[in-house]
């Protein structure tokens, strides 16, 4: 076996792994896409520069392979269909939920439905800032993006959690009690 | 812990404690199934090769429908010059042929041997004596012209020339004679004197059908070993017994007609191998005598024909005079006793025989004496060309 490809799979095979499944939640993509991470990373590898960290360089890479990857779902005809169609603001997609967040506590479960609803972007910095426990600064260097944005665009994405967090809870309806908690 | 609402903090502790994913795949298969190398220039190889592809036909298409006919010309005058280049050949093998000839009649003079023997190719009256003439058509190795060779059978028996034919075109050197493998027939031929024709009965298996060249060949020798042979006008066929016979172009055939065929002229066929050419009458029938003696000045060259009159025997002009066939020679011409003017008078012959004259006769004969031939005479047409022994 490769000796690179054996280093970079023990430093970050499960990370960047983990990446890419909250991005496209569903656990056979997410296998098909780190393949194609490997593919792009064997071929820029040499030009790799050093500049950023290892594993910031392999989480950008993975989130270009989630967007070109939702991009070619679509395709252009979707794309162009969407841009006439309002009735559906975003497109749902069916895939069933994984064991691994079924057995969670139902508020992990609401989470994890509610991811759906953030755009790519948000849904990004959600995963390398809270699951992945990145910086702000790594996660700048990740999406290639200044501090300021990533803060701005984590901000705007717990928004939407929140929003849709709620919306579950009333659907739900379980306890009639409504608790404000001060934010 | 169920809230309506949650605050930023509760919210990241909740994306905090999301389940780690794990991916269960043997990190081996993973590496294995990346086509790092493969994939790409395959993305580029197949339609790379098909461009190329395409293109090649496309330059090779271009110049034929650009000049289509002029192309065809061309390529016909490729086959015309091959064919010359045959001729050459045929050439270097003659005039080969022709070094030896005059060595030979020397040679004879001084060995007192009779030359008629030797030199004379075709058969003449005097010649058959009790036996019997039989010619067989066979095709030249191209399968473009019918070569006819003769042969006297001596036979006691009183037998019929069908009976002959029939017994001895096992004995036929096709191959010694650098011409095509045709003889025996697989056919059986039989005379039908009811209907005066001659029943040709082919094995159900035969092989006369396959390809136009093949079944027109076939009716063409039958034609023409019959006619040559006989008076009988007509040919019936059968398979296996069952009247008729199969032939992709000519479909189901029950008889066909022999024409007499008249008026050829007699060309020189070299044949591989062979010094002294086939005499063989065109395949064109010339209007009269004076046309066919023109046309023998001149080369066939796509029937791989030479002429018969020229260089060995200029003539200037021909006319007919009760059955006889009056030449005169170019002015100032010198005649060679040799091999191939005596071939070429033969033709003569021959060809004055095909317009139904007996007798040949040159009024300004620069010699007298050609091999066998007085020129100084009218001497007779022979009875049949390309005489050659059997067995």
């Known amino acids: 076996m490769d000796s690179v490809f054996d280093e970079l799979y023990q430093k970050y095979h499960h990370d960047v792994f983990q990446f890419l499944f909250y991005m496209v939640r569903n656990k056979e993509q997410a296998e098909d896409l780190v393949q194609e991470v490997y593919i792009r990373v064997f071929k820029s590898y040499r030009r790799f520069e050093g500049k950023s960290s290892e594993k910031t360089w392999l989480f950008s890479i993975a989130r270009n392979v989630a967007i070109d990857f939702f991009r070619k779902q679509k395709g252009w005809k979707g794309r162009l269909l969407e841009k006439f169609d309002w009735s559906t603001d975003q497109l749902k997609d069916g895939y069933p939920i994984p064991e691994e967040i079924a057995v969670q506590r139902e508020e992990i479960r609401w989470v994890y439905n509610c991811l759906e609803y953030c755009t790519l972007d948000q849904r990004a910095v959600i995963i390398l800032r809270y699951i992945q426990d990145l910086s702000i600064s790594e996660t700048a260097q990740a999406l290639g993006w200044t501090e300021s944005k990533v803060k701005t665009t984590q901000h705007r994405s717990l928004k939407v959690l929140k929003k849709h967090m709620e919306l579950s809870y009333e659907k739900e309806g379980l306890t009639s009690e409504k608790v404000r908690v001060e934010r | ?391």
């Open chain 2, 1 to 391: 812990m169920k809230k309506s609402e949650w605050s930023d903090k509760q919210l990241e502790e909740l994306l905090r404690q999301m389940p780690k994913i794990q991916d269960d795949r043997n990190p081996r298969d993973i590496y294995e199934n990346l086509p790092v190398r493969n994939k790409k220039p395959k993305q580029w190889l197949v339609p790379g090769l098909a461009t190329v592809a395409a293109l090649l036909i496309f330059f090779i298409l271009i110049p034929k429908l650009m000049v289509g006919p002029q192309y065809s010309e061309d390529h016909a005058g490729q086959e015309k010059s091959s064919v010359e280049r045959d001729i050459q050949k045929a050439d270097e093998n003659s005039t080969i042929a022709l070094k030896k000839e005059d060595a030979s009649p020397k040679a004879r003079t001084f060995s007192g041997a009779d030359k008629t023997q030797t030199s004379k190719t075709a058969i003449y009256d005097e010649e058959v004596g009790d036996g019997k003439v039989l010619t067989f058509w066979i095709p030249d190795p191209q399968i473009q012209i019918l070569v006819p060779v003769s042969t006297i059978i001596n036979d006691s028996n009183e037998k019929t020339w069908l009976e002959l034919f029939n017994e001895n075109m096992v004995n036929l050197k096709e191959q010694e004679w650098g011409l095509s493998e045709f003889y025996p027939l697989s056919a059986s031929l039989k005379l039908d004197e009811k209907n005066n024709a001659i029943l040709v009965d082919v094995p159900s298996n035969h092989q006369y059908g396959q390809g136009s060249a093949t079944e027109t060949n076939f009716i063409n020798v039958l034609k023409k070993d019959i006619s040559s042979n006989s008076d009988i006008k007509k040919i019936r066929f059968s398979t296996n017994g069952e009247p008729g016979i199969e032939l992709g172009n000519y479909g189901h055939q029950d008889e066909v007609r022999i024409k007499q065929q008249k008026n050829h002229a007699y060309f020189f066929y070299y044949s591989e191998g062979n010094d002294i050419p086939f005499l063989v009458p065109s395949i064109e029938n010339y209007e009269d005598i004076k046309t066919a003696v023109e046309e023998m000045k001149k080369d066939q060259p796509t029937l791989g024909l030479k002429s018969s009159l020229l260089p060995a025997l200029p003539i200037n002009e021909v006319s007919i005079k009760e059955k006889t066939l009056i030449v005169s020679m170019e002015d100032n011409t010198s005649l060679q006793d040799d091999q191939s003017t005596i071939n070429a008078y033969e033709s003569l012959l021959l060809t004055a025989k095909e317009f139904g004259l007996e007798k040949v006769f040159i009024t300004n004969p620069p010699i007298k004496n050609l091999g066998p031939f007085d020129l100084s005479k009218k001497n007779k047409v022979p009875l049949a060309p390309n005489q050659r022994t059997l067995q």
